[in-house]
RNA sequence: GGAGAGGUGGCAGAGUGGUCGAAUGCACUGGUUUGCUAAACCGGCGUAGGGGGUAUUCCUUCUACCGGGGGUUCGAAUCCCCCCCUCUCCGCCA
């Protein structure tokens, strides 16, 4: 959520910042139209009861006498009072409301240091690691690969749960356990994450609190309890661990000392994909559940940038320690997400794709969730501060496992698996079929 | 699912119609005293929002908030209704 003092303070600039993220600038001066309207009622209002505790306290004070005539006066004046209040009180709560429905489908303003422009044609590459594997011979494709190999059974995984649905077998399931603990493994004991582990469904405020809601309500799986319909909406499918993990200290007035505070957690991510359908394939690239481990921090504001690249960092070391050939972009204000000041994306080469998989996702919200969520510290100078709340996936694994078997396979059909994934499978390579 | 108990400030815990934003204790914090530590004593100490003071961070004033929402009343932490949550016991269950 944008703060609106800043947007009274500077609605200029304001103006200028939302347009770069895509959206009309005129919304500003919607919703300081509405904010103005707003304070006006309660201005208003809040004088109003301030009369009212006064006359009140008269009453009391006149009962206490025993002046029953002048107190019987007093309250059918202060009646009329009553009436007035909650007749404004209806204005105001319709003015907050209409001020509230637009704030919270506002997106967050970019960081100076983000390239500006409409879309991914003006995201910036900043860093290439290592090169594009050479082969000789023909890589295949991960869909072959896992047919040879027996690694997904994709017809199945569709017969129990429809398209985009994955049935791991074999090797391919222990492979991705194996990645799932190594991803656990390394950001705990290397990178010194906290691990949780989330509720895979959450309630509606966790998705608003992240931003995911109101604006994304279609993209979620609403749950509903049996046959009872009156509790559809109120638990959702979480679409990625930040949903739970990033709304931990949701309400709560952390102290400085705590921060700041490190996250990593595995969750499965169901995704509904709504619009996209032509666009998903045979394959294991788009589907409406993958596993992943996110990573979540809570800081101070002035550390937010650092801590930023240096989440950036953890999740780059994955795709090293993996022997992947992978790029980092500077994502630009028009392909940013909903919630994030700045973003980085880390893209994974393919060989059998022949192209870039967006595997990680790095961003810093700022304190646009912790507004919403109203997660805050008590600063040691005193007076409650927001903290910056960041999010990055370390790593995404249906597209992870794409690149891995791509990359490591071999001429006779086998697949290379990597050292550090070597304990973890128990194996060092998946063996031809 | 059945029965009961309960949700008050960072925590513990009073308060059953006005003088209660809320006793008291603990924690925290400023100070005095003290050779150091400790103790004792004095003071401060919730959150959000509106107005004013050239001021988001200081001062001042007002308003709201005692799980959430509605109601009664001149006035609600306190009375009434609905909902949510927690705990205990029973049943069911991985």
Redesign the pocket.
């Known amino acids: 959520m944008l703060d ?2 800043y947007i009274r ?1 500077e609605p200029d600039a304001a103006r200028e910042r939302l347009a770069q993220r895509g959206e009309e600038a005129g919304k500003i001066d919607e919703l300081l139209a509405l ?1 103005e309207k ?3 009622i ?2 208003e ?3 109003l ?13 006149l ?2 006498q025993g002046n029953k005539e002048e ?1 019987e006066a ?6 009329e ?2 009436d007035r ?2 007749a404004l009180n209806t204005q105001k ?1 319709e003015a907050d409301e209409a001020f509230n429905n637009l704030i919270l489908t506002l997106p967050n303003l970019a960081h100076a240091s983000v390239p500006v422009g409409p879309d991914e044609s003006a995201n910036e590459e900043i860093k290439v690691h290592g090169d594009k594997p050479a082969f000789d011979f023909e890589p295949k494709g991960h869909v072959d690969l896992c047919d040879a190999l027996g690694l997904i059974d994709f017809e199945r995984g569709t017969k129990l749960s429809g398209s985009g649905f994955l049935l791991y077998t074999g090797w391919g399931a222990r492979l991705e356990r194996a990645m799932i603990q190594y991803l656990l493994d390394l950001h705990v004991h290397e990178h010194d994450y906290t691990e949780v582990s989330p509720p895979f469904m959450v309630q509606a405020e966790c998705m608003e609190g992240v931003g995911q809601f109101p604006k994304f309500l279609d993209q979620a799986y609403a749950v509903q309890e049996g046959l009872d319909g009156e509790t559809l909406g109120k638990r959702y499918l979480i679409p990625t661990a930040e949903a739970p993990v990033a709304n931990l200290h949701r309400g709560e ?1 952390l102290s400085e000392t705590d921060l700041p505070k490190y996250y990593c957690a595995y969750s499965p991510c169901f995704r509904a994909e709504a619009g996209a359908a032509g666009v998903a394939t045979r394959g294991m690239i788009r589907v409406h559940q993958f596993d992943k481990v996110e990573l979540i921090k809570v800081v101070k504001p002035e550390d937010g940038y650092d801590e930023l690249e240096k989440m950036l960092i953890n999740a780059e070391t994955v795709l090293q320690q993996l022997g992947l050939h992978y790029r980092v972009l500077a994502l630009s204000s028009g392909d940013m997400g909903f919630a994030a000041a700045k973003t980085y994306d880390i893209e994974v080469w393919a060989p059998g794709q022949g192209s870039y998989l967006e595997v990680s996702s790095v961003s810093n919200t700022e304190d646009f969730q912790a507004r919403r969520m ?1 997660t ?1 510290f ?1 600063a040691e ?4 501060q927001l903290p910056h709340i960041l999010n990055g996936s370390g790593v995404a694994l249906a597209r992870l496992f794409v690149a891995l078997i791509e990359t490591h396979q071999r001429n006779d059909g086998s697949i290379k698996i990597p050292e550090p994934l070597q304990p973890y499978l128990r194996a060092d390579t998946i063996p031809a079929a």
Do not use: P, Y
Not at 49 to 61: C, F, H, L, P, Y
Not at 74 to 79: G, S
Not at 381 to 384: D, K, R, Y
């Open positions: 609106i003092k303070q904010d707003r304070r006006g309660v201005t209002v809040e004088a009861q301030a009369d009212r505790n006064a006359a009140s306290k008269e009453i009391g004070a009962m206490g107190a007093k309250k059918a004046e202060t009646r009072l009553g209040i909650d709560n007035i109203k805050r008590k100078q005193g007076g409650n």
